[in-house]
């Protein structure tokens, strides 16, 4: 029992040093909210206030501390959080599927006015964190005004194109199941996709979009799905390493497909009980800050001694795996059920001028 006991105080440690950095400008109660919900989320894995109060092992009645929760989460999102959140994932993109914009919108708020908005806004604030980045879209995103939007935005695109597209060829607007029918892959590519290998055979060729007339390229890969794929991109390609770096940049985005389903599946987001939309967004904010901290985690050396621990709790079935959320959100789960007491944050004055945070945690 002491070496579970040793573990689970270490992950609370880290999950409180963790909090800390997104919440260190807000006052002692938000603070305090912040861990909670962070520990109480990771611990149980679930999104519901009930689950969560039950982690956190208050003196308090039950009802009292979801209502305390309950709250919180109506007052919305700091905007403090948000950008302490933003700083510390930044430099983590590159390499590990984080959430900088997961937002909840209904046609019936007063101020919605399209779903392109909704993305438009995401995308902006991609350009305010990161300066330049590539977008890369699915067939949902084929859309002339989403062609313009990046344009406008000087931004680099991947997006994969739908049947119905036309682009023109030769001074021809000719669409781009035909040129897709023409040509074959003379590019070999091994290719990694939703965790199993391929081989996959690329094309390309210059043509132009109907929304800009500008110059790009059409890319095309065979061998992946019944139809060969149609990739639009104004990355400059001029030799057959370029053409590779686009096809893999499109593939790389089923780890972005699995962060999702693991936020669903894992913390059960689709079974909340929270009502108001704000409330919504907050809860779905915490859950991201979740999903930053099992990202933490995986950046850690395979010999580090928690991670070690965490996933041996897991109890994988496979020694290896190319997406790692899963069994680091089942073996913190499976530590932090040995805990005795939630996460608890000690404030002590030592000086009128000052406040210093002490962490004090109890196993």
């Known amino acids: 029992m002491a070496h579970f006991t040793s573990d689970t105080y270490q992950l609370k440690r880290h999950i409180l040093n963790f909090s800390a950095k997104v919440s260190k400008k807000l006052h002692k109660p938000e603070r305090k909210f912040t861990a909670d919900m962070t520990y109480g989320i990771l611990a149980s894995q679930s999104c519901l206030l009930t689950d969560i109060a039950d982690q956190l092992h208050e003196p308090s009645r039950k009802i009292n501390v979801v209502d305390r929760l309950s709250r919180h989460l109506a007052n919305g999102v700091p905007n403090d959080s948000l950008s302490a959140f933003l700083s510390l994932v930044k430099r983590w993109c590159p390499n590990h599927p984080v959430s900088i914009f997961s937002e909840i919108h209904s046609s019936a708020e007063k101020d919605f006015t399209s779903i392109n908005d909704v993305t438009f806004s995401a995308m902006e604030r991609a350009q305010k964190v990161f300066g330049s980045a590539t977008f890369v879209m699915d067939r949902g995103y084929d859309d002339n005004k989403m062609f313009l939007k990046l344009d406008l935005m000087k931004q680099k695109y991947v997006i994969r194109l739908t ?27 091994p290719l990694l996709y939703r965790g199993k290998q391929h081989e996959a055979y690329l094309s390309h060729v210059k043509v132009q979009i109907t929304a800009s007339r500008k110059d790009i390229y059409l890319v095309l890969v065979y061998g992946i ?3 060969p794929m149609m990739l639009a991109t104004n990355m400059e390609i001029r030799s057959k390493e370029d053409v590779i770096s686009v096809a893999k940049m499109y ?19 689709e079974d909340f009980r929270v009502r108001k939309l704000r409330a919504i967004n907050a809860l779905n904010f915490y859950i991201t ?15 580090n001694a928690l991670k070690v621990s965490i996933i041996k709790k897991a109890d994988p079935v496979k020694k290896k795996v190319y997406f790692c959320y899963y069994r680091l959100a089942k073996g913190i789960s499976g530590i932090l059920s040995y805990a005795k007491q939630g996460v608890k944050l000690w404030f002590r004055t030592k000086r009128p001028a000052y406040r210093q945070l002490c962490l004090k945690l109890v196993v």
């Open 163 to 189: 049947s119905k597209r036309k682009l023109l060829y030769h001074n021809k607007w000719t669409p781009a199941t035909e040129l897709r029918n023409r040509r074959k892959g003379k590019v070999k590519l």
């Open 225 to 227: 799905t019944e139809h």
């Open 251 to 269: 593939f790389s985005g089923w780890k972005i497909e699995e962060y999702f389903r693991c936020k669903k599946q894992v913390f059960r987001f």
């Open 289 to 303: 800050l979740c999903m930053a901290f099992l990202a933490h985690m995986s950046m850690k050396p395979e010999t």
